[in-house]
């Protein structure tokens, strides 16, 4: 996340340093760009903030209900193991072979 936010403020920087130095009378009429690049720095860094946790909230959300889902079709509730998508087989067969191996790691 922290680079996610990094990289938005630095490419909005780049972005209002460009315009300030291509637009023709405003080099003239300006003294020093460092204070609008500075606070188009401070506008995105909260724009980018709260893209990235709304992003963040959402992909908390769907793995949490990937695993509720797990859980409760161990457990012989919810839906049955195989109406999962087929993408998903693949991923579930490679974590069960993981969990039964007895590895340093996983």
Do not use: H
Request: glycine share 6%.
């Amino acid at each position: 996340m922290f680079v996610g936010k990094l990289f938005i403020v630095l490419v909005t920087c780049l972005i209002c340093w460009g315009i300030i130095q291509g637009a023709a009378p405003v080099p003239e009429k300006i003294s020093s760009p460092y204070f609008p690049i500075i606070c188009c720095a401070l506008i995105a860094y909260q724009i980018g903030s709260f893209f990235l946790s709304i992003f963040s909230f959402s992909i908390d959300t769907i793995f949490l209900c990937f695993l509720t889902d797990e859980q409760l079709s161990e457990n012989g509730k919810g839906r049955p193991p195989n109406s999962r998508p087929k993408m998903m087989n693949a991923f579930i067969d490679d974590m069960a072979a993981k969990k039964d191996k007895k590895g340093c790691c996983c």
